[in-house]
């Protein structure tokens, strides 16, 4: 049982480091953002689905379970437009738009 | 609300490689087409591996790749086997070679939209199409967030996550976690002086390195041991690109942040060797549709064609994907013209599109590759494991001098190397080098 709980500990903790870590990079990129989200989640569909892939999936995490509500918070502020996240939902319950013209994020240096 | 109708010979939404190339075309003989982009300026919505080849280039540009603002020329190339501990690379190094450019996405789609609207383009910038306007069956032009344009042929070139194949009946389903390989990347800066000295290039930028990793036993990723993933760095004037990419499924499966990896790859021995003193400036993502010949969208329809990434058109093995672009987008461009010579823009007279791409490259090379991404992931752990660390047995017994009988040594190495693993998979191995091998040689 211990172990268990250390194992689970040392998952925990890479994930946060790991959020960190994303955080960090991100706070190099520009945005212009948009007022509105550009993806839409039909949060019904996202209660029953047991997996939640998007919350790890992401690479700029813009996915998080909030367990008081029973929801997924959406990020789009930090969304790179990569579209992995559309890809693996398992109930096909995000709705996928590109940022509104000339939204979103800007690369200069990729 | 007031809609300003626009009547033009042709529209092509995306204004990256493929875009540029099928606007440009169409535009040399003085035909009207728009090139339409979501974003501010070009290539700011873009990333990619690093590199833009030259041959390619040269098709649509001509002798205007002098001009070209490219950062370095990418001729010293390296293929690398990382262990726990160690790599084991094959490099191939010809100075004198100009084939492959490291360019920024910015500095390249700006330079050539500039080349397009030099030669007639219309290119209209920060905007986004929202749909395709539909008449009985046929695509008769585009809805934007304001404005209607309407042209007999519209070309779509808007990349991997293009909304619009499905509202033309183009593509059926979404990619498949499988078919798709999720990438990232990061911008290190590094003094120039320091990545020439380090990389042993020359000042003026006429060498460059392009290193490829394969091998995910290492760090925490020791855990993981089906990752079918690849580490790319890039040498650029005064940056180094470092990007991972990994299958879309192996991450769902393992539930692994792919930033994760990429953090795990920095701490390398080698790998944070080479990225020493560096400040990370941006980062980027992206996906690859790497299904190839078997996962191609429908490419025509009345009044319609797809090219580039929207297609997949992709060779992940060779890293290749800014030539399929280019040249897909001149072919596009080029059936438009006859489409528009001839007042026909039906499925039938567009189908010498997909006529004109078997006889390219393109399809030749997307048949020839067709099973052989799809055989290298189910050998995820031969390749990211089980031989990068057989490698490293082999060269530590080549470089131990460890005051063992050499002969004994191999004697060990032999055995293991059967008993290890179930001897099934030796053979699976074997089967799977010899598919591609067959593919390869008897290819198209």
């Not at chain 2, 990256?16 to 440009?24: K, L, T, W």
């Not at chain 2, 020439?196 to 392009?210: A, I, M, Q, W």
């Amino acid at each position: 049982m211990r172990l268990r709980y250390a194992f689970w500990e040392i998952i925990t903790m890479n994930d946060d480091k790991n959020k960190k870590s994303i955080q960090d990079k991100l706070a190099n990129i520009k945005y212009n953002c948009d007022s509105k989200s550009h993806l839409i989640l039909d949060q019904e569909k996202c209660k029953n689905c047991k997996e939640k892939t998007c919350t790890f999936i992401c690479p700029a995490n813009v996915y998080e379970y909030n367990e008081q509500l029973d929801e997924i918070t959406v990020v789009y502020e930090n969304c790179l437009e990569c579209g992995a996240c559309k890809l693996v939902c398992e109930k096909k319950s995000i709705e996928w738009h590109w940022p509104k013209a000339s939204c979103g994020v800007v690369f200069k240096n990729s | 609300m007031d809609k300003i109708i626009n009547n033009v010979d042709c529209i092509v939404i995306g204004a990256g490689p493929s875009g540029i190339a099928a606007a440009i075309t169409v535009a040399r003989s003085g035909k009207k087409v728009i090139l339409i982009d979501r974003s501010e300026y070009p290539g700011s919505k873009n990333m990619y591996g690093g590199a833009v080849y030259k041959r390619a280039l040269e098709e649509l540009f001509c002798d205007d790749i002098q001009n070209m603002p490219y950062e370095r020329i990418i001729n010293d190339h390296t293929w690398a086997f990382l262990n726990d501990e160690g790599v084991f690379n094959i490099s191939y190094n010809n100075p004198a070679d100009s084939n492959a450019f490291a360019i920024k996405r910015f500095d390249l789609d700006s330079w050539m939209v500039n080349i397009a609207k030099k030669e007639g383009v219309y290119y209209i910038p920060s905007t986004l199409v929202t749909s395709l306007i539909i008449k009985d069956k046929k695509v008769v032009g585009i809805k934007t967030e304001l404005e209607e344009y309407f042209a007999p042929v519209t070309i779509i070139a808007n990349g991997a996550n293009t909304i619009l194949l499905g509202q033309a009946g183009l593509r059926k389903k979404d990619l498949e976690p499988k078919d798709v390989i999720l990438t990232i990347k990061e911008t290190l800066k590094l003094d120039k002086k320091t990545i020439e000295d380090r990389f042993n290039l020359k000042e003026d930028g006429t060498t460059g390195k392009n290193m490829l990793f394969f091998g995910s036993d290492f760090g925490n990723l020791k855990q993981y041991n089906n990752l079918f993933m690849m580490t790319f760095l890039f040498t650029f004037k005064d940056t180094i690109m470092l990007g991972v990419g990994c299958n879309l499924e192996d991450l769902k499966k393992n539930k692994l942040n792919i930033n994760y990896i990429l953090d795990e790859v920095k701490k390398h021995p080698v790998i944070s060797q080479l990225i020493k003193d560096t400040k990370s400036i941006e980062y980027s993502a992206h996906i690859i549709p790497e299904g190839g010949f078997y996962d191609m969208p429908k490419l025509v329809s009345d009044g319609v064609m797809v090219a580039g990434d929207a297609a997949g058109f992709i060779n992940g093995v060779h890293f290749e994907g800014t030539n399929f672009a280019l040249i897909s987008g001149k072919l596009a461009g080029e059936t438009a013209l006859d489409a528009i010579e001839k007042n026909d823009f039906s499925k039938n007279m567009l189908n010498n599109y997909i006529k004109r791409l078997e006889k390219s490259f393109i399809f030749k090379d997307l048949y020839t590759y067709r099973n052989v991404i799809n055989l290298l992931h189910k050998r995820a752990n031969s390749i990211s494991v089980y031989y990068p660390n057989k490698i490293k047995e082999f060269f530590e017994i080549i470089t131990g001098a460890n005051n063992i009988s050499k002969s004994q040594q191999y004697r060990k190495f032999l055995t293991n190397f059967i008993k290890e693993r179930n001897i099934l998979e030796l053979f699976k191995d074997a089967f799977c080098a010899l598919r591609c091998a067959l593919d390869m040689l008897f290819g198209k």
